[in-house]
T-cell receptor, first 112, second 112 residues
Framework: GEDVEQSLFLSVREGDSSVINCTYT??????LYWYKQEPGAGLQLLTY?????DMKQDQRLTVLLNKKDKHLSLRIADTQTGDSAIYFC????????????FGTGTKLQVIP | NAGVTQTPKFQVLKTGQSMTLQCAQD?????MYWYRQDPGMGLRLIYY???????DKGEVPNGYNVSRLNKREFSLRLESAAPSQTSVYFC???????????FGPGTRLLVL
């Protein structure tokens, strides 16, 4: 089955860039996702990338996709204290119906 | 437009008690999901429903049952709660080509 791996914790200083990494298993995935979970809340889609793209930029967010190595990364430029959250990488699961497999999540701590 | 709502927000149960977690979405989505979130394990799919009247097991279905009452509502039942079911439970729905999942705020369950 699918297995999405992430490191559990990342600490950065306010104003620095954050890079959160993820490895996934299914090379046929059409979309790959990044979700954000703020304390005490549900997950919310942050951004996604289509599998035929290498990079997607959206304001302070840059997503890089390396299909050969099955590696996905999320870069947050000029990290702010409001970016403190858990970030989940996700890929579609087998069996359809828009199921996804989530990684373990990376907790981002931003130090003022 | 409330999105995905869940009740209750918090619940404490004794081992062996039963309860039903309620979920409703007002986005006219066909697919709905129940996840549990445990520290260091990300989100794990308990059950999902591709459309009204259909339900299927996910990764961790043991000890749970579900009902897709209509297109809007998808409930999760614990017939005989166990301490291992202490967790945060999230309901989600999805639709569209990208398959974005929309999450409720979660139910925090403690089983003593």
């Amino acid at each position: 089955g699918e297995d999405v791996e992430q490191s559990l914790f990342l600490s950065v200083r306010e104003g620095d860039s954050s890079v959160i990494n993820c490895t996934y298993t299914d090379s046929s995935s059409t979309y790959l996702y990044w979700y954000k979970q703020e304390p005490g809340a549900g997950l919310q889609l942050l951004t996604y990338i289509f599998s035929n793209m290498d990079m997607k930029q959206d304001q302070r967010l840059t997503v890089l996709l390396n299909k050969k190595d099955k590696h996905l990364s999320l870069r947050i430029a000029d990290t702010q204290t409001g970016d403190s959250a858990i970030y989940f990488c996700a890929e579609p699961s087998s069996g359809g119906y828009q199921k996804v497999t989530f990684g373990t999540g990376t907790k981002l701590q931003v130090i003022p | 437009n409330a999105g995905v709502t869940q009740t209750p927000k918090f619940q404490v149960l004794k081992t062996g008690q039963s309860m039903t977690l309620q979920c409703a979405q007002d986005m006219n989505h066909n697919s709905m999901y129940w996840y549990r979130q445990d520290p260091g394990m990300g989100l794990r799919l308990i059950y999902y429903s591709a459309s009204e009247g259909t339900t299927d097991k996910g990764e961790v279905p043991n000890g749970y049952n579900v009902s897709r009452l209509n297109k809007r509502e998808f409930s999760l039942r614990l017939e005989s709660a166990a301490p291992s079911q202490t967790s945060v439970y999230f309901c989600a729905s999805s639709e569209g080509e990208v398959g974005t999942q929309y999450f409720g705020p979660g139910t925090r369950l403690l089983v003593l």
